[in-house]
């Protein structure tokens, strides 16, 4: 299994941002992908999962109505669509995905992951 993280870069507050995550190496209809970010200093913490299969998706109340996860089946291919950015959302993005079925929240619930994209918001 394989991911590939792109689309980060540096932004200013209140600006919208893609991240996208190729996934390759498997079919990936029984997985659920996240996303998770991790900033300086700090654990690495969830901000959204969604189940390819069914589409079902939950956030980080952090981010809830601010960001959106979707996937492309056609591509293979999970995206993080950040609106609204702000300071604090400055981290390496991570995607990450899993056979859990429990809507899996936790870094170690998941057993692969992408190489990262830093996301740089300032003022």
């Known amino acids: 299994v394989q991911l590939q993280a792109s689309g980060g870069g540096p932004v200013q507050a209140g600006d919208s941002l893609r991240l996208s995550c190729a996934a390759s190496?498997?079919?990936?209809?029984?997985?659920?992908m996240g996303w998770f970010r991790q900033a300086p200093g700090k654990e690495r913490e969830f901000v959204a999962g969604?189940?390819?299969?069914?589409?079902?998706?939950n956030y980080a109340e952090s981010v809830k109505g601010r960001f959106t996860i979707s996937r492309d089946n056609a591509k293979n291919t999970v995206y993080l669509q950040m609106n609204s950015l702000k300071l604090e959302d400055t981290a390496v993005y991570y995607c990450?995905?899993?056979?859990?079925?429990?809507?899996?929240?936790?870094?170690?619930?998941?057993?692969?992951w992408g190489q990262g994209t830093q996301v740089t918001v300032s003022s």
């Open positions: 190496g498997r079919t990936f209809s029984n997985y659920d």
């Open positions: 990450a995905a899993t056979m859990s079925s429990l809507s899996p929240v936790r870094p170690y619930q998941y057993d692969y």
């Open positions: 969604i189940r390819w299969s069914s589409g079902s998706r």
